[in-house]
């Protein structure tokens, strides 16, 4: 026995293979197991000794490569064969495309081929990455194939697989063989022999390229020698009759293939030979009843990853309609791995595609599986154990349907959409690099083998439907080349080379993308590289000289295209977007050589072009990332921007540039001329190590105005702070305007400028120059900056000797010329002295200052001729004192000098320093500017730890001292001060208040918590007699007020309260009291007077009072009244009610009786108004009858004058008969509403039920089965049918309220309608429908599927019909008529008792009316649809 493959007559030397296949599956060749460097040019593995080599690679060297004219000037023909074309071929563009039937749906309005050659707008992908692919078509090939189908009869292509040969399989079953130069090898079968088996559906080469498998549309199978041409097998058994064969496909093992059938079912092939009988075993590996397989795909591995440890399992991956399995076919058969699809659109196809990936740094292989517009990849490894794992990678989300997923290496993919648009994808950034139309390949479909035409077209819908895009046998791929079968032709795609992708873009004229391009190559950040080698130094040298090429075309382009004519501006335009690139890249590529000798020369023949180059140079100058320019293009700049007149730009890049190889004087007279002192100062100090010339040229402008006491303009105040800034820098070491000095020149420098500025008099001194003048004249500039100049100074100075003598000196030189001399301010006096203070408080001082000249100033300071500038002096002084002066003076001597001058802030300072804190509250209140500090003064010391006892004793009587000062000034802090510190002496407080009305308000400031005092009334125990003292005041000062200060106010006595406000005849005030006091009928009796009072001013008044303002009264004092008789007549019984209602009837009545009898008062319609509203009002609270009883035993009335009250009493009966007829509307609603609702109820409860099988979800039996049990059968109204008795076991059942409910197991359990289908699945017993509410039959099916019923005793609602009533309540969007109804009805007696408030409180909170959503529905209810 032998195993196949028969190699006897297998051809070994196969021709050799194009540059650009090798260079495109460079990971095939020589590697070992121990070195997986080399797969796909994995950029996750970058080894630094694993380089790519021309040699290793077998990369032909080229003698001369082409230049970029050269490039430039080919014909742009895209559609360039990659192998020679046979010259004897037909033309493929001479074929009649009407000829053929199975073009795809997308080609067929692709017109006509001229329009693949228009140019088109470049996407932004293209612009990012170039042109990755290069599709060519095999024009040899496809005219062959369109030959063979006119004269063979070879039919149309249908399948096409790929290896070092072609094969391409025909609908009239011939399979043609071609070879890598497109020659014709091998014609296998005959048409007669595709009449019997069909066309070739699917098509498979084994690894060495000796056998072929041809799988055909009815079903057969057969296996051809490629060497010989031989048929070896011709298989009829291996799956079931009458199903197409969708794939065949060997596995790694020559003696092993998997086929799947249009059945969905897999099978493996197993070939043996056998006494030189060659044979085939066939074993299903899956069955199509267990769901459709519509793909598969074996691992194959490359030779040089054959002892991989995966390799031994031969793993299968195979996608059915509704998950992906991968199964090992070896050792023995295993399912590994089971991946449910979501949810998908039925029509999508499932695809798969191995590759082997390096992921932390060990190859294993992935599997990429797709169906609509999700990949999902997947990670296979086997661990120690030998088990295997599958992980899942990050997954790739599209836009589009995917009908083909192809690797080209392992971090490129290519997918083709379902309108034929190819997409390059990199797979770890998952950004698409390249999209490609490829409608002009006109793709063959594999529709008709899918529905299994050929055999009838005996299979499912579901597998139909993927058909329609499936086009699995059109596209292959192989050694980093993927092939599309067309229906006239073959196109093959793959990678371009780095060199081809420049390339490519300089023809399309993309020069700046083509840069962009190559710098990304050069920095190993583009994606899908092929061609370049692994090490970044050799990367990026031969990358660099190719751009350095590019970019002297670039500079040629750039003058050649330049507009001849028409405005400057269009040329300068033309030069900024072009002339930028040239020096970006020449800088990014560190080749100033270049830029600055032949780009600069090519550029100068333009003038502008020049202005534009020397424009572009300036940021890098400024960010000093461009040092080392030649002394000619240094002096072109700075001529150039002067000629602009851009001096600000030429100062700040000369201050960036080495300016010593320029001339010197030229640059400082610029400098001068045009005022850029910054550059006249870096040129004297870098330039000559000239420190002090610049200064002395700055001194000798801005001291004669200063000198003469003139103002300083701008531009010499500019140059003041120039001088200030410099004199530091120097001082300190560091260069002017950045940078440092050099070390060596340091103490050098320093002395330099120190012996400048002590000069007793300047180089060219008139004979009235004063003394010193360089330090006059920084004093008069700015005194204040000029000391802090030298205090840093100072700081940096060393212990050495020469610094205590320069210190000492120059403090000399201060004194003398500031305190003899009476042209300095006082805050120029006080800047200095502070100065000194603070120099002489340093625990290392060696200063001496005579201590005589601290009192000179204290006495200049605090006894000025003038009162000016006295904040300023103060200042001044609290500055030297806080400086460490404090100590040159005698303490008791400055504190009366401080106290006459009125320096509370020097005065704090020392009671501060000697703890006299009770003084200090006196400096807070003379001072006007901080007397409102006062108070968090006296609250810190009083709070914060760390006083004494007798300190916070002595602040307090301080307080107290001047409290009337305290109130006055702040109640309301004076109040809080109180109740936080002292709250047991507020009586002691208001005795020592005299002012009545300061009184009043350090009271209200206590006690209304509206005044802001956040106090807690708890903590502060407040006496009611107090409380009553503020109410008396209240009444006194602000009676308006009364009672919403009594409503917020707590601690008062009723009975004290009401003599007070009585005492004030504050009458409201007082019936407010007497009606908390729960005297109702006093309170009433008060308002009543109030109400007859002013009703009867407005009966007496004549014309010419203010008629308005008293009805107004009248009004509001009745409402009043009405309000306060409303609020308390829940509470009072008939008798009492009426004691508060009729009286106050009478009052308003009164009036109008006494028309008749004296002259007519002015208001009749106002007041019987005023009358209806208070009938309406008592109304609610007393019988109808009573007040007409009332009104008619009036002995006015009485007497026949009814006419006066018929208004009162017809508007009585209006309201009655309104109410009549609400309530009869109401009533008939609401019956509406309960009829239509049962109805609704009672048609769903009786409803039945249509189960969706007939047999229980649980046990999987027919209910019919079950007869030897009595057993009940319940239906669900979510459709599934039960045994009661397999939902008992399953513990189905819920106890509620004595009651048994049943719930749906299969809903319940898989938690996809969660908890509502507990409570919506209505519950049937029985197969017929019940007609009673409630029915519990027990159901015994016999074959006539008869059913014996047995009505409950009790019409209830159980708990479903229960939950169907609220879902039928629900339907009104929003509140129900009665629950309107019952909230306007509400007894509302049981609502917070605010008598007296501005606003009745209406429903509560979550009252309907006030929901945002409520709206008033006055249609009937809708009826819901069955």
């Known amino acids: ?41 994995d950029k996750e593995l970058e080894f630094k000794n694993d380089l790519i080599d021309d040699k290793e690679f077998d990369i032909p060297q080229v003698d001369t490569p082409p230049t970029l004219e050269s490039i430039l000037n080919e014909t742009d023909d895209e559609e360039e064969s990659f192998v020679l074309e046979d010259p004897t071929l037909l033309n493929i563009d001479t074929i009649d495309s009407h000829s053929y039937d199975t073009s795809s749906v997308a080609s067929s309005d692709s017109g006509d081929r001229t329009n693949l050659k228009r140019k088109k707008k470049l996407p932004d992908s293209f612009s990012l990455h170039g042109s990755v692919m290069r599709h060519s078509l095999l024009k040899g090939i496809s005219a062959q194939i369109v030959s063979a189908a006119d004269k063979v009869d070879a039919g149309l292509p249908t399948a096409i697989a790929v290896s070092s040969l072609i094969a391409v399989g025909t609908s009239h079953g011939l399979a043609l063989i071609f070879d890598q130069n497109q020659a014709l090898r091998l014609c296998l079968g005959s048409t007669s022999v595709g009449g019997q088996y069909g066309a070739i559906s699917a098509l498979s080469i084994n690894n060495d390229c000796s056998r072929l498998l041809c799988g055909f549309a009815k079903g057969q199978i057969t296996m051809w020698d490629l060497a010989s041409g031989k048929l070896l097998r011709s298989i009829t058994d291996a ?40 044979t085939c075993e066939s074993r299903c590996l899956f069955s199509g009843s267990k769901g459709e397989v519509c793909c598969i795909e074996p691992l194959h591995s490359k030779p040089e990853l054959k002892d991989h440890p995966i390799t031994q399992f031969s793993l299968l991956a195979m996608a059915s309609l509704t998950k992906i399995l991968v199964i090992g076919l070896k050792p023995s058969l295993k399912v590994w791995m089971t991946f449910p699809y ?21 190859v294993n292989p992935m599997l990429a599986f797709c169906r609509g517009d999700v990949v999902h990849f997947l990670l296979v490894k086997r661990d120690e154990s030998g088990a295997i794992h599958v992980t899942k990678q990050k997954h790739l989300h599209l836009f589009y349907d995917l009908i083909n997923f192809t690797w080209i290496n392992s971090r490129t993919v290519v997918l083709l959409d379902s309108v034929e648009k190819l997409h390059v994808i990199d797979r770890q950034t998952q950004e698409e690099l390249e999209t490609v139309e490829i409608s002009e390949v006109q793709l063959v479909y594999n529709s008709s083998h899918f529905k299994s035409l050929a055999t009838g077209g005996n299979v499912s819908q579901a ?69 370049l080698s692994g090490d970044a130094s050799k990367r990026k040298a031969v990358v660099a000289d190719r751009m350095v090429e590019i970019l002297f075309h670039y500079a040629d382009r750039a003058l050649k295209k330049c507009p001849d004519q028409g405005k400057i501006q269009v040329m300068e335009q033309h030069f900024q977007d072009m002339v930028p690139v040239i020096v970006d890249y020449c800088l990014l590529l560190e080749r100033k050589d270049l830029l600055f000798s032949q780009m600069y020369d090519k550029l100068s023949e333009n003038s502008v072009a020049k202005g534009v180059f020397l424009e572009c140079l300036e940021p890098y100058i400024l960010s000093d990332k461009l040092v080392g320019m030649t002394p000619q293009v240094m002096k072109d700049l700075i001529v150039h921007f002067q000629d602009k007149k851009l001096m600000e730009n030429v100062e700040a890049l000369i201050v960036h540039m080495d300016i010593t190889s320029l001339d010197i004087q030229q640059v400082v007279l610029m400098c001068w001329e045009n005022r850029l002192y910054d550059a006249m100062i870096y040129v004297y100090n870098r330039g000559m190590n000239e420190f002090i010339s610049p200064m002395e040229k700055l001194f000798r402008v801005i001291a004669p105005p200063l000198n003469a006491g003139r103002t300083l303009t701008d531009e010499q105040v500019v140059m003041g702070n120039k001088l200030l800034v410099y004199i530091s820098c120097c001082l300190a070491g560091r260069a002017y305007p950045l940078g440092d000095i050099p070390e060596d020149l340091v103490p050098l420098v320093k002395n330099q400028v120190f012996e400048f500025l002590i000069r007793l008099h300047s180089a060219e001194a008139s004979p009235e120059e004063e003394i010193y003048p360089y330090v006059r004249t920084l004093l008069h500039f700015d005194t204040r900056e000029f000391l802090n100049v030298l205090a840093l100074t100072f700081e940096d100075f060393k212990n050495d000797k020469q610094a205590v003598e320069y210190q000492q000196r120059i403090v000399d030189i201060l004194l003398k010329v500031m305190v003899e001399n009476s042209d300095f301010t006082p805050s120029q006096v006080g800047c200095l002295f502070t100065f000194l203070a603070r120099q002489l408080a340093k625990p290392d001082n060696t200063l001496f200052v005579n201590r005589t000249l601290f009192d000179q100033v204290l006495e200049f300071l605090c006894s000025p001729d003038d009162d000016s500038r006295h904040s300023e002096r103060q ?52 001072d006007p500017l901080r007397e409102e500090e006062v108070f968090n003064y006296i609250h810190n010391i009083l709070s914060i730890p760390g006083h004494s006892a007798e300190e916070k004793q002595s602040v307090w009587q301080k307080a107290m001292d001047h409290i009337e000062e305290l109130v006055s000034l702040r109640p309301c802090k004076a109040a809080e001060l109180v109740a936080i510190h002292f709250s047991e002496q507020i009586e002691t407080v208001i005795k020592k208040l005299q002012n009545q009305v300061l009184l009043f308000k350090f009271l209200r400031s206590l006690l209304d918590p509206r005044e802001g005092v956040h106090v807690h009334q708890e903590l502060v125990q407040i006496s009611p007699c107090v409380t009553e003292q503020f109410i008396e005041l209240l009444c006194q000062f602000s009676p308006n007020q009364v009672i919403e200060t009594l409503q917020v106010l707590e601690c008062y006595r009723l009975e004290e309260t009401i003599q007070i406000t009585q005492k004030y005849q504050l009458h409201e005030v007082t019936a407010y009291l007497l009606e908390k006091k729960g005297d109702i009928h006093g309170a009433f009796l008060i308002m009543l007077k109030r109400l007859q009072s002013k009703l009867q001013e407005i009966t007496h008044q004549d014309e010419k009072t203010k008629e308005e303002l008293s009805l107004k009264d009248v009004e509001d004092t009745m409402v009043e009244t009405i309000a306060l008789c409303q609020r308390n007549s829940h509470n009072l019984n008939q008798q009492q009610r009426e004691a508060l209602w009729f009286p106050l009837l009478e009052a308003m009545m009164a009036p109008q009786k006494l028309s008749g009898s004296t002259a007519p008062h002015l208001h009749p319609e106002a007041l019987k108004s005023l009358t209806m509203q208070v009938l309406n009002s008592m109304a609610a609270f007393i019988a109808l009858p009573s007040i007409l009883q009332r009104i008619l035993q009036d002995p006015v009335y009485g007497k026949g004058k009814l006419g006066e009250i018929q208004g ?16 009869e509307t109401t009533t008939s609603l609401l019956n509406q509403d309960l009829h239509w609702s049962l109805c609704n109820l009672r048609a769903s409860v009786t409803r039945g039920l249509n189960p969706k099988q007939d047999y229980c979800s649980i046990c999987l039996q027919q209910y019919k089965r079950r007869q030897e049990m009595a057993d009940e059968i ?3 109204s979510c459709g599934h049918l039960y045994h009661s008795f397999c939902l008992q076991n399953k513990e189905c059942t819920i106890e509620t309220e004595g009651q048994t409910r049943w719930t ?42 008869s059913a014996v019923k047995k009505a409950a005793s009790e019409p209830v609602l159980d708990p479903q019909q229960i939950q169907a009533f609220d879902q039928l309540c629900r339907l009104y969007r929003g509140s129900s008529r009665l629950a309107l109804l019952t909230e306007l009805s509400q007894n509302r007696s049981s609502e917070s008792y605010r008598p007296f408030s501005g606003s009745q409180s209406g429903p509560a909170f979550n009252s309907i009316f006030q929901n945002e959503n409520f709206q008033l529905q006055l249609i009937p209810p809708p009826v819901t649809e069955d």
Request: charged content about 25%.
């Open 463 to 531: 597998l139909a439907l993927v058909g329609e895009k499936a086009c699995y046998q059109s596209i292959s791929s192989y050694g980093g080349q993927i092939f599309y079968l067309g229906t006239k032709s073959v196109y093959v795609m793959m990678l371009r080379s780095w060199r081809e992708r420049v390339d490519h873009l300089l023809k399309q004229d993309c020069l700046t993308e083509a840069l962009a391009l190559a710098w990304s190559f050069h920095e190993g950040k583009a994606k899908a590289v092929v061609g």
């Open 1304 to 1345: 749906c197991y299969k809903c319940s359990s898989s938690n996809k309608v969660g908890k509502l289908s507990e409570n919506s699945s209505e519950v049937k017993k029985g197969k017929t429908v019940p007609s009673q509410v409630k029915m519990s039959p027990s159901c015994h099916p016999s074959k006539g599927d």
């Open 342 to 362: 979501g949810r998908m659109d039925p029509s999508s196809v499932p695809l798969l595609a191995w590759h082997f990936v390096a992921v932390h740094n060990y």
């Open 1274 to 1276: 319940i239906v669900f």
């Open 875 to 926: 200042q001044v002084l609290l500055e030297l004192l806080q400086a460490g002066g404090i100590v040159q003076f005698e303490e008791s001597r400055l504190i009366r000098m401080a106290e006459k001058a009125e320096f509370y802030q020097i005065c704090e300072f020392m009671y501060e320093r000697e703890h006299q804190y009770d003084k200090i509250i006196d400096c807070y209140l003379r």
């Open 1 to 41: 026995m032998e195993n196949e493959p028969d190699h006897e007559n297998v051809e070994q030397n196969l021709c050799a293979k194009t540059t650009e296949e090798e260079l495109s599956k460079s990971f095939n060749l020589e590697a070992s197991l121990s070195k997986f460097s080399y797969i796909d040019l």
């Open 239 to 278: 799956h079931p009759p009458g199903t197409a064969i969708l794939h065949i496909k060997f596995t790694d093992d020559p003696t092993l293939a998997i086929c799947n059938d249009s059945g969905g079912s897999v099978f493996e092939l197993t070939f043996k030979r056998v006494m030189g009988v060659r």
């Open 1208 to 1223: 009162l009493i017809l508007g009585m009966l209006d309201t009655f008969n309104y109410e009549q007829t609400l309530l």
